[in-house]
């Protein structure tokens, strides 16, 4: 089978800024490739990058893109002009998996391959103008509900199909006791993140339940990789100058080594995203899971499909009057039950191994295979 991924036009593949996305379908075209499929990957070109080259057996293609903008509507626009060039870039292919707003109408010609739209964000009315692909993938439930809602029309081309955890280099995990007293985010540190409730959360615990522990903050502030900027940060410092120097900012981490070193240090990991429009699976928690941390959520439906309360991981109510103090109060009964909470990091670390990427995968093969085989049991020619 030949696959064409495209990627979106602000972040580079492999992934060395970043990007859930981008290190998702990364990991996924070596694993396809690895069965025996051709691989072909349409990226952003940075500037220590060629325009071309093969690696690992997935053919690279890169192209100039951008930026990310604090517009939504230059972003749309800038979105429009990389999607251009991807297209001029396509090879004949069976397979088209698009990440761009435009190249699902932009892409007409069938040899291209059949159009399969992945909505890793929430849907935001832009379905209806998808009606040409032969897919769209949801990466969890809540979201493929979402899309089937918002585009009843063509609801038969919804399929879930999740992302893979990633995987592990090091040997066993730690326990819990023999972590370090470490709370850890990972993730854009933006204001949809609830990154400041994490913050203040942990501040106004200080005294009693958090003397003892840091909460470490990792990833990216600079608006180009999707942080909330200069004045967002100064704003969580401020904050987090309470707790002395209980609170630390990492910057990002893009060494995927050196991130599994954080997740395997910590005991427990907090994503208390406010996205309710803007989540669509929850990689992060899941690459928590993965190296033996136990998670701490908000209540975002799409993270229903792996993590429980009390079973998998933890939920707060981030939709309560005061979600800050709802955190708290999680954090605080999590972290003063040892028990229970490598019980937690144990279930959640065993519901992670479902989401192996030899697993997932093969689920996106047989999805990939079942278009072509549908197009082929239609064709007037048999």
Not at 79 to 92: A, E, F, G, K, Q
Not at 130 to 155: E, H, K, N, V
Not at 246 to 260: K, Q
Not at 309 to 317: L, N, P, S
Request: with cysteine; hydrophobic share 40%.
């Amino acid at each position: 089978m030949k696959i064409t991924i495209s990627l979106g036009a602000f972040l580079p593949v492999p992934p060395t800024m970043g990007g859930a996305v981008e290190k998702m379908w990364y990991a996924l075209a070596q694993a396809f490739t690895q069965s025996g499929h051709e691989v072909v990957m349409a990226s952003r070109k940075m500037p220590d990058q060629p325009q071309e080259e093969i690696a690992d057996g997935v053919r690279y293609l890169r192209v100039r893109g951008f930026n990310t903008p604090r517009s939504l509507v230059w972003l749309k626009l800038l979105d429009l002009l990389y999607s251009l060039r991807v297209r001029s870039i396509l090879p004949p292919a069976d397979i088209l998996v698009t990440n761009t707003f435009w190249l699902p109408v932009l892409s007409r010609d069938p040899t291209r391959g059949k159009i399969y739209v992945h909505v890793g964000r929430y849907p935001k009315g832009q379905m209806r103008f998808y009606r040409r692909a032969a897919r769209l993938q949801a990466p969890s439930s809540a979201i493929g509900r979402a899309i089937a809602a918002q585009a009843p029309q063509i609801s038969e081309k919804v399929s879930v199909v999740p992302y893979p955890a990633p995987e592990s280099t090091s040997g066993a995990l730690p326990s819990i006791s023999s972590r370090s007293k470490i709370i850890l985010y990972v993730g854009r540190v933006h204001p949809e993140k609830g990154v400041h409730l994490l913050v203040d959360a942990f501040v106004r615990g200080t005294r009693a339940a958090f003397t003892d522990w840091k909460l470490m903050i990792v990833g990216p502030t600079e608006t180009r990789f999707g942080g909330g900027g200069a004045e967002y940060l100064s704003a969580l410092q401020r904050s987090a100058a309470e707790s002395g120097d209980g609170v630390v900012f990492a910057g990002s981490i893009f060494n995927p080594v050196e991130l599994e070193k954080a997740f395997r240090s910590a005991r427990l990991f907090v994503y208390p995203s406010l996205a309710e429009r803007g989540e669509s699976f929850g990689l992060a928690p899941l690459e928590a899971m993965t190296h033996g941390c136990a998670v701490l959520v908000s209540g975002l439906d799409c993270f229903g499909d792996f993590i429980r309360d009390r079973e998998t991981g933890f939920v707060f109510d981030h939709r309560s009057k005061n979600p800050s103090e709802s955190l708290r109060q999680k954090m605080e009964e999590v972290i003063s039950n040892e028990a229970l909470l490598a019980r937690a990091a144990e279930s959640g670390h065993h519901k992670s191994e479902e989401y192996s990427l030899p697993r997932v995968a093969d689920l996106f093969i047989a999805d990939f295979s079942s278009l072509i085989h549908n197009a082929d049991a239609q064709s007037p020619n048999r």
